[in-house]
């Protein structure tokens, strides 16, 4: 998971409670833009990082549903709409997608280059989450049967 968008994160959310639902294992490398879904709100920290970090954590998404659309946003507009159709249609969050997906077992690996690029500390990230380098997780990559990349 490279991006940082609602609208990619839910899909891959999706495919990976229904690898889950049909009794496949499924896991989640996280890079970049896309440990914004794994970083848990409650948890945002500023301490030993430098300016560069403290200014880029307070700038970017906390957790899930900060994320921003990845077409159509609208400054936050096309989000809110969304988010509306999906509440008519009863469809669940994003929120709600991710603890899913943490209550199925999916796994979660965090790119240990990109967390550190990124400035976001092991402590910021939802507990399951695994640092792993880019390397151990190809390892794990060819083991599979299935790779995307969202």
């Not at 496949?24 to 833009?33: N, V």
């Not at 969050?93 to 976001?120: K, Y």
Request: proline share 3%.
């Amino acid at each position: 998971m490279f991006s940082g968008d609602y609208d990619k994160a839910l899909a891959a959310l999706i495919l990976a409670n229904s690898a889950k639902d049909i009794g496949l294992d499924a896991t989640i490398f996280f890079a970049f833009w896309g440990l914004f879904l794994i970083r848990d709100p409650k948890k945002f920290s500023v301490e030993d990082k430098t300016q560069y970090e403290k200014m880029f954590g307070m700038v970017t998404p906390k957790g899930p549903e900060e994320l921003p659309l990845s077409r159509m946003n609208m400054s936050g507009l096309g989000k809110k709409m969304l988010e509306k159709m999906m509440e008519d249609d009863d469809t669940p969050l994003l929120s709600n997608f991710l603890q899913e997906a943490r209550n199925n077992g999916v796994e979660f690996f965090g790119c240990q280059l990109s967390v550190e690029v990124m400035g976001i500390k092991k402590e910021e990230l939802l507990a399951e989450v695994e640092i792993i380098t880019a390397q151990d997780y190809l390892k794990d990559a060819l083991n599979s049967n299935i790779q995307l990349f969202i």
